[in-house]
């Protein structure tokens, strides 16, 4: 009996990382696989950038809300719907025949992955016991750390031998699998009828958070200063508005707004917010350089930030015991420091292309970033107090989505801002412009110049976490006295 629970708990496991490692997989394998799949559909940046940020709207909107429907339905219920609908999905964005298309397949993805994501936390800490739960979950991140780094390789492999389809076609299969496992692995879980979804919430958020990340991609098109533009802005800030007094009277919010009372807290949301736009602008930048002004194939380009991941798979298991010893803020300033640092030194890159100006700063990024994100995920979740942990953490994740979203976004609005989007787009999609050499350096110059913008925000989030370090600091004082 004992042997058959041990199989059973692992084998849950192993269908719960199975998510975490092929949502990030097709996250990675779709910006690699960007400029062919312009190309092939005939995409301005604008459009082919969309189908990155659409995923990324519908997995922020949802995830907090399918935490609710687990408690509601049950989480075996709520995740295989997520899967499913993920998968179906996928394979959708496989055989799109536009943009349109494609934008509206990646929307379904990005629900169907937020529902099984939401789940995937609640399954595995009512399988494990305690003294096994970090363990599990630290499994898990590993799985998610790796479909990044095979997502780009794979991704670039299966491009250029069958076409940009088949960067969606190879993920349906492993879909497949974890469905079928996860029917008959997992277990039922008993509902809870009394938690509702905080609908008046949802539909003041996401469509707030539409209205901006639409402002930033269209703004440079239509002028900043345009009818348009504005009235997207001012739809986002009374939206937004809205949300916060419905939540503030809402009897089941979808935030619960009274953790900001929290000093730590808020100031941990403000860092993970500055980290996450800085980080994930990274790899849509460098995609411009390399595949854009370098002329990288999806696979070289793939190779190139092997770097990006790498790193942290060593770095990780250090960085919760050096927050441990020194304090989670010290490690989270030094993370944000070298990132920022790495950051400054990508915006140099040259119009002759240089492997090591590119491997090196990557792998302070990726090495920052295993010492660095541990220490800030429990800086922040640990700020709260423990009866709301639940909250507090779906607060922390939609943040998290909130900020690789904003970070895509922005990194089109400032290469639209410096460089036309007509030359970034056919540079992308390989085809023909008239002054190649002109195009390219503009390319570059654009991508530098958002690699050193992107570096303020990682200074905003080392700012920040000064004044996490300052409470820290003053215990520290106090004891020695």
Same mark, same amino acid.
């Given at each position: 009996?004992?042997?058959?629970?041990?199989?059973?708990?692992?084998?849950?496991?192993?269908?719960?990382?199975?998510?975490?490692?092929?949502?990030?997989?097709?996250?990675?394998?779709?910006?690699?696989?960007?400029?062919?799949?312009?190309?092939?559909?005939?995409?301005?940046?604008?459009?082919?950038?969309?189908?990155?940020?659409?995923?990324?709207?519908?997995?922020?909107?949802?995830?907090?809300?399918?935490?609710?429907?687990?408690?509601?339905?049950?989480?075996?219920?709520?995740?295989?719907?997520?899967?499913?609908?993920?998968?179906?999905?996928?394979?959708?964005?496989?055989?799109?025949?536009?943009?349109?298309?494609?934008?509206?397949?990646?929307?379904?993805?990005?629900?169907?992955?937020?529902?099984?994501?939401?789940?995937?936390?609640?399954?595995?800490?009512?399988?494990?016991?305690?003294?096994?739960?970090?363990?599990?979950?630290?499994?898990?991140?590993?799985?998610?750390?790796?479909?990044?780094?095979?997502?780009?390789?794979?991704?670039?492999?299966?491009?250029?031998?069958?076409?940009?389809?088949?960067?969606?076609?190879?993920?349906?299969?492993?879909?497949?699998?974890?469905?079928?496992?996860?029917?008959?692995?997992?277990?039922?879980?008993?509902?809870?009828?009394?938690?509702?979804?905080?609908?008046?919430?949802?539909?003041?958020?996401?469509?707030?958070?539409?209205?901006?990340?639409?402002?930033?991609?269209?703004?440079?098109?239509?002028?900043?200063?345009?009818?348009?533009?504005?009235?997207?802005?001012?739809?986002?800030?009374?939206?937004?508005?809205?949300?916060?007094?419905?939540?503030?009277?809402?009897?089941?919010?979808?935030?619960?707004?009274?953790?900001?009372?929290?000093?730590?807290?808020?100031?941990?949301?403000?860092?993970?917010?500055?980290?996450?736009?800085?980080?994930? /602008?990274?790899? !849509? $930048? =460098?995609?411009?350089? %390399?595949? +854009?002004?370098?002329? &990288?194939?999806?696979?070289?380009? @793939?190779?190139?930030?092997?770097?990006?991941?790498?790193?942290?798979?060593?770095?990780?298991?250090?960085?919760?015991?050096?927050?441990?010893?020194?304090?989670? /803020?010290?490690? !989270? $300033? =030094?993370?944000?420091? %070298?990132? +920022?640092?790495?950051? &400054?030194?990508?915006?140099?890159? @040259?119009?002759?292309?240089?492997?090591?100006?590119?491997?090196?700063?990557?792998?302070?990024?990726?090495?920052?970033?295993?010492?660095?994100?541990?220490?800030? /995920?429990?800086?922040? $979740?640990?700020?709260?107090?423990?009866?709301?942990?639940?909250?507090?953490?779906?607060?922390?994740?939609?943040?998290?989505?909130?900020?690789?979203?904003?970070?895509?976004?922005?990194?089109?609005?400032?290469?639209?801002?410096?460089?036309?989007?007509?030359?970034?787009?056919?540079?992308?999609?390989?085809?023909?412009?008239?002054?190649?050499?002109?195009?390219?350096?503009?390319?570059?110059?654009?991508?530098?110049?958002?690699?050193?913008?992107?570096?303020?925000?990682?200074?905003?989030?080392?700012?920040?976490?000064?004044?996490?370090?300052?409470?820290?600091?003053?215990?520290?004082?106090?004891?020695?006295?």
């Amino acid at each position: 009996m004992m042997k058959t629970m041990k199989s059973s708990k692992w084998s849950v496991l192993f269908v719960v990382t199975l998510v975490s490692f092929i949502t990030n997989l097709d996250a990675t394998i779709v910006v690699t696989g960007l400029p062919p799949l312009m190309k092939d559909l005939s995409l301005s940046i604008e459009t082919g950038m969309w189908t990155i940020t659409s995923f990324y709207i519908t997995s922020t909107v949802f995830l907090l809300p399918s935490g609710r429907w687990s408690d509601m339905l049950g989480t075996k219920r709520v995740f295989l719907w997520g899967f499913a609908l993920f998968t179906l999905a996928t394979a959708l964005c496989g055989t799109a025949g536009s943009g349109a298309a494609l934008i509206g397949d990646r929307l379904l993805q990005g629900t169907g992955a937020a529902m099984a994501m939401a789940a995937s936390t609640p399954i595995l800490i009512r399988t494990f016991p305690p003294n096994e739960l970090g363990v599990a979950l630290g499994i898990n991140n590993i799985a998610w750390v790796t479909g990044s780094l095979i997502g780009p390789v794979l991704g670039g492999a299966l491009i250029g031998e069958f076409g940009w389809r088949s960067m969606f076609y190879a993920v349906v299969p492993i879909g497949v699998i974890g469905l079928a496992a996860g029917i008959f692995f997992l277990r039922d879980t008993l509902a809870d009828e009394k938690a509702k979804t905080d609908w008046p919430g949802m539909l003041t958020f996401g469509p707030g958070l539409t209205a901006l990340l639409i402002a930033l991609s269209e703004g440079q098109a239509w002028g900043w200063a345009s009818g348009r533009t504005l009235g997207l802005f001012a739809t986002a800030i009374f939206l937004w508005i809205a949300f916060v007094f419905i939540e503030m009277k809402a009897r089941h919010p979808l935030f619960h707004l009274s953790l900001l009372a929290y000093r730590n807290y808020s100031i941990g949301l403000g860092i993970t917010m500055s980290y996450c736009i800085g980080y994930f /602008a990274v790899t !849509i $930048l =460098l995609t411009l350089y %390399l595949q +854009g002004a370098q002329n &990288l194939s999806p696979l070289e380009s @793939g190779l190139m930030l092997i770097p990006l991941s790498v790193p942290q798979l060593f770095t990780a298991p250090f960085g919760g015991r050096l927050a441990d010893r020194f304090g989670p /803020a010290r490690m !989270i $300033l =030094l993370g944000s420091f %070298l990132i +920022g640092f790495a950051l &400054l030194m990508l915006g140099q890159l @040259g119009h002759q292309l240089s492997n090591m100006a590119v491997i090196i700063p990557l792998m302070i990024i990726s090495a920052a970033t295993g010492l660095s994100w541990p220490s800030l /995920a429990k800086a922040v $979740l640990s700020a709260a107090p423990q009866e709301q942990a639940g909250s507090a953490s779906g607060m922390f994740w939609t943040v998290y989505n909130m900020g690789r979203a904003i970070s895509q976004a922005l990194a089109l609005a400032v290469v639209q801002l410096v460089a036309k989007s007509e030359v970034a787009s056919k540079l992308l999609s390989g085809a023909g412009v008239e002054d190649l050499s002109q195009s390219k350096d503009t390319l570059i110059y654009a991508s530098n110049i958002g690699f050193r913008f992107f570096a303020v925000f990682l200074a905003i989030a080392v700012l920040l976490g000064l004044l996490l370090l300052r409470p820290q600091m003053r215990t520290e004082f106090e004891s020695r006295s």
